[in-house]
């Protein structure tokens, strides 16, 4: 039987990739070799094809390469999907393999997901194919799942971005003495805990950019006859293009082990609507009564109607939550030793304000946890809310305080009462703090009256996860603000039961835990402070200036920048007395020392070098001229969960004076 010329040509180009795999050519010259050196010719003194041949077979190469063929051929033969699933379940397959790499416990249940690909990306349709080595736009896929959080290798973005990697997730129960238990199909039916998947976009410039945020119901692989299900997930935008697709994924999930008995489609599709009718419903009775208490604060005084009480603010997939929602207690292990290492994370976090297509109002988008942690950047809300939760989780009475800065701009800070009755601001941007001390508006006119401290003109409202108040006093300047809340005169409360309804967790989302920093903090320095000498030496022969380097007094640099550092976290400053010790016996008599400390929140060294030249003594120090004139440089990166990064650049020189 005689095969078409294009199966006839598909199958010659097989074996040719699979010879060139193998690397036949050195095999048969090994052969060849061997066979010269026995003596084996023919009777015209040169080797003949059958001898040759006959070796071939005598070693089984001929053997081995039909028989890697003829397996390679059967699996190329299977759907794409199919073959992947195939595998997976083998046992010797890919959810084995990932097992023993996890060290996970077999007596528990796991769901393997696995990404097949994605498609209809249609907005990078005309992006070019990225060549070997061409810094792209990429993709990142982020999972969450029950505090487990995963992600994925970066691909290039692409219509048919090449997403596809395996993730292991452990299905466990919820209570004391039985999360070690395997999860029967029972257990994992009253699970609502959805897959969160966040898409993230990095450009070249290393810029993230949010471009999805889906919540995946995981329970239709309880009814799959086999354990395992293959789909397809439509992913929406965010913000003002939440109600548009941005692309598609293919996805699969696995049980293992199998459940020895399925369920019947029709019970989960009636637990999920359940479900549903039950939120619902809560939902519809938390805003009946949201508008019965806005009456009732409204009525109190007219004047209310002005300030700046948020009840509901919406995510990044245009879903209208309390605002309560948005805070947690968040417990950061031993990624953060106290409160204020805390705020100076939570300020490295870029400030960005969500964008918008057009003028007017600002965009309003407050971010889920999960969806600020992979982006690391958001508007000052997400850092607040963030703030808040890490400030509840350190043992801190914290509240999230809605109102405005000078000249009216709205903004959101962190406020925490000591247990003496003390107010403190923290401002969740720049992790700096304020004592708060009330004026007294009745005290007479020559008392001593507090000057204010903080940035904040007004305050509407305040809230944590399981607090909201409103400020009814006669003004809601914040200097003139009595933050007694348990005055009712002063601020007017929401039913706790009633926000609970909304707010617990098993109605809000789950709490992704805070990853440690991957980056190592000496590696990343010295590549910074490597490029940094390069621009500087590059920008000073462009001047016609020749670069001389000090290694000693770049070195001198580390303990100032390490007490910058220090200085941001504690508020304490201390080690400035041993660098300015070591700086004047490294600088001889004659002369003259000048030196310019710079922080950013990157670690790219154009940008930076960039920032840099803005300042004149920095532009001063680096295009210096003079008599036995040395530069130094020291950069120092600080990381943080979640990889955020604290860099300080120092630039120093040293020159002869001459009079």
């Not at 051929?73 to 046992?91: F, I, N, Y």
């Not at 939902?283 to 508008?291: M, Q, S, T, W």
Request: hydrophobic share 35%; aromatic share 6%.
């Amino acid at each position: 039987m005689s095969l078409p010329t294009e199966k006839t040509s598909e199958l010659k180009q097989m074996i040719h990739s699979h010879l060139l795999k193998m690397d036949i050519n050195k095999k048969v010259q090994q052969v060849l070799a061997e066979t010269v050196r026995d003596g084996q010719r023919t009777t015209h003194g040169a080797l003949s094809e059958a001898d040759l041949v006959h070796a071939l077979q005598r070693r089984g190469i001929i053997d081995e390469v039909i028989r890697d063929i003829h397996a390679n051929q059967e699996v190329s033969t299977q759907p794409e999907h199919e073959s992947v699933l195939k595998s997976s379940s083998h046992p010797n397959g890919k959810i084995q393999t990932d097992m023993k790499k996890a060290n996970v416990n077999p007596s528990r249940r796991h769901m393997y997901l696995q990404v097949l690909g994605g498609k209809a990306f249609l907005e990078h349709l005309q992006e070019p194919e990225a060549l070997p080595g061409q810094v792209c736009p990429t993709f990142t896929l982020y999972m969450h799942f029950r505090n487990q959080r995963f992600r994925s290798k970066a691909v290039p973005c692409a219509c048919e971005p090449d997403l596809n990697e395996g993730f292991l997730l452990e299905v466990h129960k919820d209570s004391h003495g039985e999360s070690s238990k395997m999860a029967d199909a029972t257990t994992m039916l009253s699970m609502c805990d959805p897959i969160q998947l966040v898409l993230i976009k990095t450009d070249t410039s290393g810029e993230t950019s949010l471009v999805s945020s889906y919540f995946l119901d995981w329970r239709r692989v309880l009814c799959a006859p086999s354990g395992r299900t293959c789909f397809a997930v439509e992913l929406m935008g965010v913000g003002s293009e939440s109600k548009l697709p941005v692309g598609i994924l293919t996805m699969s999930l696995e049980l293992h082990p199998p459940l020895s008995e399925v369920l019947n489609a029709d019970i989960i599709s009636t637990q999920q609507s359940l479900e549903r009718q039950r939120t619902a419903e809560k939902e519809r009775l938390f805003l009946v009564y949201a508008k019965q208490w806005w009456r009732e604060f409204l009525e109190i005084r007219s004047s209310n109607q002005s300030k700046m009480v948020k009840i509901f603010a919406q995510d990044e997939n245009g879903v209208n939550r309390p605002v309560c929602s948005y805070v947690h207690i968040l417990r950061a292990g031993r990624l953060l030793e106290g409160p204020r290492q805390a705020a100076r994370f939570v300020s490295l976090l870029a400030h960005e304000k969500a964008p918008v297509v057009g003028g007017g109002e600002k965009q309003e988008q407050w971010c889920t946890l999960m969806a600020f942690l992979c982006r690391r950047k958001g508007d000052c809300e997400d850092h607040a809310t963030l703030l808040c939760s890490l400030l509840l989780g350190f043992g801190l009475d914290a509240y999230v305080c809605v109102g405005s800065k000078a000249k009216g701009i709205p903004h959101t800070w962190v406020m925490t009462r000591g247990t003496d009755g003390s107010i403190t601001f923290w401002e969740s941007l720049t992790a700096r703090r304020y004592l708060h001390q009330s004026i007294d508006p009745d005290a007479p006119p020559l008392a001593p009256q507090p000057k204010p401290s903080s940035p904040y003109r007004t305050v509407g409202c305040v809230f944590n996860h399981q607090t909201f108040l409103a400020n009814c006093q006669p003004t809601d300047a914040v200097d003139l603000c009595v933050f007694d809340l348990q005055n009712q005169s002063r601020w007017k409360a929401m039913s706790e039961e009633a926000l609970k309804s909304v707010c617990t967790p098993s109605v809000s989302p789950s709490l992704p835990p805070l990853c440690s920093p991957t980056l190592d903090a000496a590696s990343a320095s010295n590549h910074l402070e490597l490029e940094m000498r390069y621009h500087v030496s590059e920008h000073r022969k462009d001047l016609g200036l020749a670069t001389v380097w000090d290694d000693h007094l770049s070195y001198l640099l580390s303990s100032a920048l390490s007490a910058y550092e220090l200085e941001r976290c504690t508020g304490v400053s201390c080690g400035n007395e041993e660098f300015q010790d070591a700086v004047r016996r490294a600088v001889p008599d004659g002369h003259t020392f000048k030196g310019f400390p710079i922080h950013v929140l990157h670690r790219n060294a154009r940008r930076a070098f960039a920032t840099c030249l803005k300042f004149p003594i920095c532009d001063e120090i680096v295009s210096c001229r003079g008599d036995h004139v040395r530069l130094a440089i020291r950069v120092r990166v600080f990381t943080y969960p979640e990889d955020a990064c604290a860099v300080w650049l120092m630039f120093a020189c040293k020159y002869r004076s001459v009079s």
